[in-house]
């Protein structure tokens, strides 16, 4: 509070800090008579602080005083939330300034607040910004290192003022939030608040960045910010072109001189003379930005006695707020302004019209005239569309869309500013299309007195080249957020996209699926597919239709006869034989009903038949996996033993060729020495060898044959157990499916048996006519009914076929 209250009287504000309701009254009455505004700060709250925010709120809207809400911590706790929600729905709110996280949390949507700091760059809070200006009709604004001002339509507009070293000061955001209630009750009428809220963020920025020059850290910065509001000068930030310049001139004894002046502007060493001023009063404007402007004097009466004194000043710069305007309209790419169209100097009923500048065109249209039925049109060419400013009124211009008279147009424009935006957007846009870059820096860099020439030292002497850098590299951290900020939508809406397709794609997969499982269902009719299965119901539908309607027909006409009564004579009339007819009609009902319910026993009988026969055959079946898995058993044990005399014959082979080498080894040692018994014994020994040879060949061979045995025994096992399972499955699924089955029929045959019940009680009754009557008209209904749910049934299940059939 004290930073806030010693921030607004530096800036020339005289702010009161009040919070008990037995004043606010008064208070606000006081703030009302003087054309003020009001700050709601709920940064400290409690019950009681609730209610006096809620009092001020309420009153301001009574009385028509603009206020701001400083939603402090909002999402931090959800006290804070609530009350800022409430006090905006209270209504007359004029100004939300919050930080990202602030907003966030006002809109409802996660600004995860540490405390009262923003988590988030302001741009997050972009969409939840333009949705409470909406909701609220209030202008939004989102302070942080870019701070927007959203309005409710959902115009943004920017500012990239400001130091980083805020964060560290404690209220700074509440400050800006006070300097623009104090901007709302300064501010002329034609100025929207969106724009004040701008133009405070702007000039608090500028202080903040003017403050941070020769500050070592936060405590200096906030004494030094304080001393930048109170000294905010625009002029010693330069020369703007909204000043005024005048040459004056005294005698020596004090008296004042008029004088008649020559105006000339001047790049580098090149100058032009403004024309049509003679007076000693100039208006900078737009066309003076980045000339010196020289002013040559001359005693009106002594014109040659005196001679002529010269001074020059400059050069002039944009002043930030028409710069900041003109920024923002530019990358939006067009806007509208309001002006008043004289058709000559002394049109005595001038007309408001509007300019609609884009880059494409400037357009002159009748506001209120239908769409394109009265406006002029302008494209860019190289000479048009051009803005004359005029020397002397600081609103008005001439716009000329072409060198046609009746597209020379005289206008007023709303202010100053307004004027000046005109001109620098239509010149911006124009430039866009028309001059190179190369060409505009080939001129930056050159002499234009001498085209060609390279900058003299003066030049570059009045260049702030110290400035310019300083202006490029905010533009250009500007322009980098920007696109950051793009970025992150362009990574957001692909992610998004990304989503959407695969959500897509699974949609498309599954009714790709429904779809292929209708045809399937659809196409096999004659299967008995889900097609067939309805046109079979339609056609039962239809046939018991038919037969309830005979039924009903002959029902009709017995009652018909019933009410006509027995014979006069007391004998057995019409009435008593019809009865008689009705009686064996029951009982030959009765008994066809019978027959269907035996014939359903029957069905049951067949279906458990089956159902063991199933059984016998999974049993069956069972056996023979059962049998299978024994000759496996045997066969691996066959296997087995095949591998163990096959290892014992090798075993016999290497003992015998052991034998057989050591002879032969005695053989070479003794050789020509060798006795007849020795070579028979070895004689006898190859033959032991040659005979164990052929065995062990012999047994390879059936080892070989016993192994492709078994590989082939082991395949056809496994077909036999695989069809096995199959089958058991199918078995399986029939079984559940006869179970369901015979469930219907059960149900069938217990409401047939209380059906032939309730008839054959109806046919006992006989003396009680009315009630056979009665029991007849009930009947009667609910076939009626019966008949009317077949038909709906039907309908509906036409319909299905037809979309079904279409789907296919
Ligand atoms: N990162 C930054 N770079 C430059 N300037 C900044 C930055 N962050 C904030 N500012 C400046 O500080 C001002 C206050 O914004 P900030 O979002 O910090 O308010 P806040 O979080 O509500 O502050 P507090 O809770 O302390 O009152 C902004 O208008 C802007 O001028
Ligand atoms: C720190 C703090 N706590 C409540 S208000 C406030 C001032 C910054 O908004």
Known sequence: MDFMANGLLALGASPAMVHAVEELE??????????????INIGTLDPKWIESFKFAARTCKAKGVPWVLDPVAAGFTSLRTTTATELLDIGGCSVLRGNASEIMAVAGTTGDAKGVDSTKGSDAALKAAKGLAAKYKCVVCISGALDFVVTPSGQVSSCAHGVEML???????????????????????????????????????????????????????????????????????????????????????????????????????????????????YHASADDVGMQIICLAEVEQHRSAMGIAQSCIGPFELDPITRMSLENIVSSGASRFPVRHFRDQNDPHPRDLQIHVTQDHVKVVHPGAERGSNEVLAPYSADFPKVIIHPTDTCKFRLELSEEQDKVFHFVALSRTSRDLIALLIRTFHARQYVATSFVLSRLYQDPARPGAPLTTTLVQDFDLQRLADRLGKELDRTVGQLEAVERVVRTSNNEKRELQAQLSETIGSYTEAIEQLHQQLAPAAKGGVAAALQLQIHDGRALHSKLQLELQELRQRLDEEQRGTGPDGTDGPAAQMRARTIEAYRAEIAKLRAQISALAGSEKQHSERDSTRAEELRRLRGDVDSLSREKEGLERMVAEGAKSKDDLIENFLYAKGCLDKLQLACIEKSPACSPE?????????????????????????????????????????????????????????????????????????????????????????????????ALREEVAKKRELVQKKEQEGESLRQRLKKLAMAG
Not at 27 to 32: G, H, K, Y
Not at 33 to 38: F, I, M, N, P
């Open 167 to 281: 964060t560290k000061i404690t209220a700074a955001g509440c400050l800006v939030s006070s300097i623009i209630a104090a901007f709302l009750a300064a501010k002329p009428r034609d100025f929207s608040d969106a724009e004040a809220a701008l133009y405070a963020f702007i000039y608090f920025g500028i202080c903040s960045e003017a403050a941070s020059q020769n500050s070592q850290g936060p405590g200096s910065l906030r004494l030094n910010l304080i001393d930048q509001l109170y000294n905010f000068d625009l002029e010693q930030l330069g020369l703007c072109q909204t000043g005024v310049l005048v040459a004056s001139a005294r005698s020596a004894d004090g008296r004042t001189l008029p004088l008649v002046c020559r105006w000339l502007r001047r790049i580098g060493s090149h100058t032009v003379e403004i024309p049509g001023i003679s007076s000693s009063m």
């Open 678 to 774: 020795h070579e028979r014994q070895v004689a006898q020994l190859r033959e032991t060898y040659n005979q164990v040879v052929d065995e062990r060949n012999r047994l390879m061979i059936r080892v070989e044959a016993l192994d492709k045995d078994r590989e082939k025994q082991k395949q056809f096992r496994e077909s036999t157990l695989e069809k096995a399972t199959q089958a058991n499955a199918r078995l399986l699924e029939e079984r559940d499916k006869l179970e369901k089955e015979k469930a219907r029929v059960s149900t069938l045959y217990q409401q047939t048996m209380a059906m032939l019940a309730h008839s054959a009680a109806s046919a006992d009754y006989e003396a009680e006519d009315e009630a056979v009557l009665q």
């Open 26 to 39: 008064q208070a606000i009455s006081v703030v009302a008579d003087l054309h003020g505004a009001v700050s």
